[in-house]
């Protein structure tokens, strides 16, 4: 294993924070409040054994904590290439790896962790005002999002220095 990948607790569904439990940290002059990257981590989706296949299932509010508003997923990545570069000011997103493999790397902006994702019974919590960019994409892999909101421009931030001063309220 890479020794750049951090060791992180793995969740059960019983573990989990509701995200209005995660909406804690440094009150930034956006009004928003940013939340460390010990609140991102990953988490075990229940798996159903069968000799005819695998079955795994996700229910929001009760697997991940949030109710699921948009699902999407990325697919035939370019080799090289990098997908995210952004954060959400308020959207709680899991991150799957369906097919393959891909590395998602997380900054607070402050300190970044780096994750690899190639389970598909395996998700990534990642809270609002979290920096993130995919990288690493194996060939043929899928990442499925798990998203709280449906679509919305206005919470995005797209320029890294305008998302670190909002994180550290400066």
Not at 64 to 70: H, N
Not at 71 to 76: A, G, I, K, P, Q
Not at 130 to 144: A, H, K, P, Q, Y
């Amino acid at each position: 294993m890479n020794d750049r990948i951090k060791d992180v607790q793995l969740l059960t569904p019983n573990e989990l924070i509701r995200p209005e439990g995660l909406l804690h940290g440094v009150h930034g002059m956006s009004g928003g409040y940013t939340t460390p990257l010990s609140n991102c981590r990953i988490m075990y989706f229940p798996k159903i054994h069968d000799p005819a296949g695998n079955l795994t299932f996700i229910e929001g509010g009760n697997h991940i904590p949030f109710d699921i508003a948009r699902t999407y997923y990325l697919y035939d990545v370019p080799g090289g290439s990098s997908r995210g570069s952004h954060a959400h000011k308020g959207l709680h997103q899991v991150l799957i790896a369906m097919s393959g493999s891909f590395d998602v790397v997380l900054d607070d902006g402050t300190h970044q962790t780096r994750y690899h994702l190639n389970r598909s019974y395996c998700g990534l919590y990642i809270c609002p005002m979290i920096w993130r960019r995919l990288e690493n994409f194996s060939s043929g892999s899928v990442c499925m999002v798990l998203a709280s909101q449906t679509y919305d421009e206005a919470d995005y931030i797209r320029d890294y220095d305008e998302f670190r001063q909002a994180a550290l309220g400066k």
